[in-house]
């Protein structure tokens, strides 16, 4: 469907989400001219009092579920938008820790598609339509997660009063550049005059930091104001550039203690009191699909059919939504610590998008994983299993390598869960696509 008189606030989602796909000559068209005018004309560029920019290469997804936990916890009206969705378009805007129902979003299109004077994208048209829920449901705060790069983003048009940085790497080279600084640039374009600018990255960009002295944003910076460590069973947190703030013994979480430090170097300038307690519960209680996400047995029942063996007998599964080198060597340190504790065998179910850097995403992990099950992703982005087993081929120092191609994430998923047994883990990785359509099985 591309036309949008056909479509109405009753219209299906699906019928909504089809138009919106084709409703932009470009599919990315970077820019805040466009998206910030019909902003300007809907008055939605203040979707709440109080409001959270996350960008970064890798991470954005954990700090922001963090930060929502934080203030939840504390008992705030908290509204979340991310990207991409792993399974469907609701995923992207939660509002106290709830997907919203299809009509909402249906009768947010509406109002946009209606009063809107530009030509817009699929992101940016659902940028608009988070911020008008956003500003109905009379929130405390919002988050709001970059979806490419910062400066030129959708999300760019609202003056966050809190910007954060988890990491640069090296990701989207088409639109950000190809080296740290010139992407570094991109995403310090979320920095505002004279606001707070959080930056968990250990090896920050020397464009980073000018860019924020630029703007006299006060910089907040990993290793130099604020600090994390590992202890035995527990971690510490500590900073003295507000105010001196310790904290020791805090629960190890599951998601990256480098992502809950950022989200924790926040709390200084947050016009919010987030007491000890409600820290150590957002910390018990935070977790994220899709990043390095252990199933629990009781979510497998779909999949012990599949394999056609009882749950129990079925290898753990861990789904992780890396797709990029950065996060392939976070992804390979975890499995090695894991493969320490165990004896069994890990197997990787495996699809990468043609446009990602696969040879930098399989390196790391060559030596870490026992078996691969490479699989085809669909679509214009997606790349066949063959092709992704000459790159591993490419970068193998051996010739034993165990290596099948399959074309889906269903076969693959099938053949790791029927072949290997419950000593063993299936890692089903590479790409929202590979998780999203593991999640579909179930």
């Not at 969705?85 to 820790?97: D, G, K, S, T, W």
């Amino acid at each position: 469907m591309s036309n949008s008189n056909l479509l109405t606030s009753t219209s299906p989602l699906e019928q909504w989400l089809c138009f919106l796909e084709n409703a932009h000559f470009k599919a990315i068209d970077l820019g805040l001219d466009r998206v910030k005018s019909v902003a300007q004309q809907l008055d939605l560029l203040r979707p709440a009092p109080f409001v959270i920019t996350v960008g970064g290469t890798n991470g954005k997804g954990t700090t922001c579920r963090l930060l929502e936990m934080l203030l939840l916890n504390a008992g705030l009206r908290v509204g979340v938008y991310s990207s991409p969705h792993l399974i469907r378009y609701n995923e992207r805007v939660r509002i106290q820790n709830q997907e919203l129902a299809d009509e909402l979003h249906t009768e947010a299109f509406a109002f946009i598609e209606q009063h809107k004077s530009q030509s817009l994208t699929y992101f940016e048209f659902s940028t608009l339509s988070a911020l008008y829920l956003f500003k109905q449901a009379n929130l405390d705060v919002v988050i709001l997660e970059v979806g490419l790069g910062g400066r030129l983003d959708a999300t760019n048009i609202v003056n966050a009063d809190l910007a954060v940085i988890t990491s640069i790497d090296i990701d989207h080279t088409d639109f950000l550049g190809n080296t740290r600084e010139e992407i570094a640039f991109e995403k310090a374009g979320i920095f505002r005059p004279n606001k707070p600018a959080i930056i968990g990255e250990a090896n920050i960009p020397s464009t980073l930091l000018e860019h924020g002295k630029k703007l006299n944003a006060l910089l907040s910076c990993r290793n130099t104001d604020w600090t994390f460590s590992i202890q035995e069973n527990s971690w510490a947190w500590e900073t003295t550039k507000v105010e001196t703030i310790s904290m020791d013994n805090l629960p190890i979480c599951n998601i990256p203690l480098a992502n809950a430090a950022t989200a924790l170097a926040t709390l200084p300038y947050l016009p919010f009191d987030i007491s000890l307690p409600v820290i150590h519960k957002s910390l018990r209680e935070v977790e994220l699909t899709g990043r390095f996400q252990k199933m629990k047995l009781d979510k497998l029942t779909n999949l012990a059919k599949l394999a056609e063996k009882p749950i129990e007998k079925l290898p753990q599964i861990i789904l992780d939504v890396g797709h990029n080198p950065h996060a392939a060597l976070y992804l390979a340190e975890k499995l090695t610590a894991l493969k320490a504790k165990s004896t069994g065998k890990i197997i990787a179910v495996c699809g990468i998008l043609k446009d990602k850097d696969s040879q930098g995403i399989l390196t790391p992990l060559i030596n870490v994983i026992d078996h691969w099950n490479l699989v085809t992703l669909e679509g214009a982005r997606g790349q066949g299993s063959d092709a992704l087993f000459v790159t591993l081929q490419q970068i193998s120092q051996t010739s034993a390598l165990k290596v099948q191609t399959y074309v889906s994430v269903y076969e693959g998923v099938k053949s790791a869960v029927q072949n290997f047994t419950e000593n063993d883990v299936v890692l089903v990785f590479g790409s929202f696509y590979t998780v999203g359509a593991f999640l579909e099985l179930l």
